[in-house]
Nanobody
Framework: QVRLAESGGGSVQAGGSLRVSCAVSGDPWRITWFRQAPGKEREAVASLRMAGGGIFYAGSVKDRFTISRDNAKNTVDLQMNNLEPEDTAEYLC??????????????????WGQGTMVTVSS
């Protein structure tokens, strides 16, 4: 059984930074951070394999966001720099045990955290 719990997030002005963390219990293959803004579809932001490697980013966040794993804490963290108002959304981490699941497809992920809100003001 996989369980996920997000923390972090909050409010920041454009250009600022925030870090969100996903505490992971169980043994999933891949973790992806998704986000969903009001009235918009859920979109994948960044992803990694828990065994290492397999890192992907959405084009809109590449060079601004960094996904990493903290082995000591068993968390998957998303460091978000140079935030823009368009980054405002609920951020959710998701996990799959499936080694061939597309990293960007929310329907391929079985386990979800409760989400944490990120608000970026202009």
């Amino acid at each position: 059984q996989v369980r996920l719990a997000e923390s972090g997030g909050g409010s920041v002005q454009a250009g600022g930074s925030l870090r969100v963390s996903c505490a992971v219990s169980g043994d999933p293959w891949r973790i992806t951070w998704f986000r969903q803004a009001p009235g918009k579809e859920r979109e994948a932001v960044a992803s990694l394999r828990m065994a290492g490697g397999g890192i992907f980013y959405a084009g809109s966040v590449k060079d601004r966001f960094t996904i990493s794993r903290d082995n000591a804490k068993n968390t998957v963290d998303l460091q978000m720099n140079n935030l823009e108002p368009e980054d405002t959304a609920e951020y959710l981490c998701a996990a799959t045990p499936n080694g061939v699941a597309p990293w960007y497809d929310p329907t391929a992920f079985e386990y979800w955290g409760q989400g944490t809100m990120v608000t970026v003001s202009s």
